[in-house]
């Protein structure tokens, strides 16, 4: 099992920052990608940006050039700094790990979720 342990969610006004940083413990051997949902009340979980063992990151267009994603790979840390926060951004942002497995395939695993608030 992996577990995923998100932290750094909170209140902030718009135009700040806040910097999320989830971190993965458990049986982990390959990891294939790390990286940060969001739902909004009411909408879909939505990808807000990856990267992936390779090095390449993804990043939703709603949130380039504010949100930059991280990760350290000795730790199995990845970490999403926000800025620019706006109001839309609103939402429970979860941490989420793909892992290959020996035998193939690959599994994803979630963490709780860690709220973010932004105020006008």
């Known amino acids: 099992q992996v577990q995923l342990v998100e932290s750094g969610g909170g209140l902030v006004q718009a135009g700040g920052s806040l910097r999320l940083s989830c971190a993965a413990s458990g049986r982990i051997f390959s990891i294939l990608a790390m990286g940060w949902y969001r739902q909004a009340p009411g909408k879909q979980r939505e990808l807000v940006a990856l990267t992936t063992s390779g090095g390449s990151t993804n990043t939703a267009d709603s949130v380039k050039g504010r949100f930059t994603i991280s990760r350290d790979n000795a730790k199995n840390r990845v970490y999403l700094q926000m800025d620019s926060l706006k109001p839309e951004d609103t939402a429970v942002y979860y941490c989420?790990?793909?892992?290959?497995?020996?035998?193939?395939?690959?599994?994803?695993?979630w963490g709780q979720g860690t709220q973010v608030t932004v105020s006008s």
């Open positions: 989420n790990l793909r892992q290959l497995f020996v035998t193939g395939g690959y599994q994803d695993y």
